[in-house]
DNA sequence: CACGAGACCTGTTCGC
DNA sequence: TGCGAACAGGTCTCGT
């Protein structure tokens, strides 16, 4: 479910509050219960809860598509995978069908992990570098210039689309900002990286952050029944418009599969030979 | 190194 | 209406 803008509004309304519910930064973990054995990868459920327990909120971070939250000793890492979400509640509401984890607050609010499809991963750590280590750059660090972009890009000869999914490349992009920067940039998903020329490249930058600028700022896409209040998906260009028109040219969005992924394109302006 | 298939899971939608 | 297939925002592992 949730690519870089996702992540990023989960994690800024866990940061700063809501209108529903206040910052959880500060509060202390009173205890915690995991309801899915898969869901922990480390440490151990025992040693988790006598670990995270005690516990205070020191920090919630955004790093690619992991939410990370510092604690006084040990930093909790989160990823949702495709359908997990973070929710605040009172510690005494019923307990939803897909809550895989809940940690407790001593101010009668807990954190609950909701997942149906039960992918998405929890670490506790004092070293989140043992899983953030080999993270790709953050696309929207201004420190990433073009130039260093072109450089890492094209030593590759993969095709544009399954590289760009790569979070090892670049920590953040999913299928649909992937889709929504290919087609604002012009350029062909099954494209190899090793072809693109700089300008090209530059292009597809400015086309990432732009695309990721805009659903942040829309506060993400929801779709299907995993609803969170964005809007994003209201302005897709190509993703899941099959179909429908081009928005530059009129032209049928086409639907291929590239890596097992679901590709939206505009087969008019995204050529493989554009150069 | 690059790619494809299978696995992990549940829920919704599609097609006959 | 019913039922199986296809599909879904992600990532890992294995074989070629």
Redesign the pocket.
């Known amino acids: 479910?949730?690519?870089l803008p996702?992540v990023e509004t989960i994690v800024s309304n866990l940061r700063y509050g809501t209108p529903d519910y206040p910052s959880l930064i500060g509060l202390r973990i009173t205890t915690a219960q995991l309801f899915w054995l898969?869901t922990l990868v480390m440490p151990q459920a025992d040693e988790f809860g006598v670990r995270v327990i005690g516990q205070c909120i020191d920090d919630i971070l955004r790093r690619?598509?992991f939410v990370v939250i510092s604690l006084v000793d040990d930093t909790l890492l989160i990823?949702l995978?495709?359908?997990g979400d973070l929710m605040v509640e009172a510690a005494d509401a019923p307990l939803l069908?897909?809550h895989r984890l809940v940690l407790n607050f001593e101010n009668g609010l807990r954190l609950s992990f909701n997942d149906?499809?039960?992918?998405g991963r929890v670490w506790l750590t004092a070293h989140p570098e043992i899983v953030l280590g080999d993270l790709g750059p953050e696309p929207l660090d201004v420190g990433l210039t073009a130039q260093d972009f072109y450089t890492r890009l094209v030593v590759?000869?993969?095709?544009l689309k399954?590289?760009l999914?790569d979070?090892n490349f670049l920590a953040g992009l999913?299928?649909?900002y992937t889709d929504e920067a290919l087609h604002l940039a012009r350029l062909h998903p099954l494209t190899r990286a090793d072809s693109l020329n700089f300008e090209q490249v530059e292009l597809l930058l400015q086309s990432i952050r732009a695309v990721l600028q805009e659903g942040i700022r829309r506060n993400?896409?929801?779709?299907?029944?995993?609803y969170?209040g964005?809007e994003f998906q209201n302005y897709f260009r190509v993703y899941q418009r099959t179909g429908e028109p081009c928005l530059n040219c009129n032209t049928p969005i086409q639907r291929i599969v590239?890596?097992?992924?679901?590709t939206h394109f505009c087969p008019s302006c995204q050529q493989k030979t554009s150069r």
Do not use: T
């Not at 590759?156 to 095709?159: F, S, T």
């Not at 993400?220 to 995993?226: H, L, M, Q």
């Not at 590239?258 to 679901?262: P, S």
């Open positions: 479910m949730p690519e996702e898969r690619g598509k990823h995978r495709m359908s069908p897909h149906p499809r039960k992918f590759h000869r993969r095709q399954p590289l999914l979070q999913g299928n649909i993400g896409a929801s779709i299907d029944w995993v969170r964005g590239i890596g097992q992924r679901g």
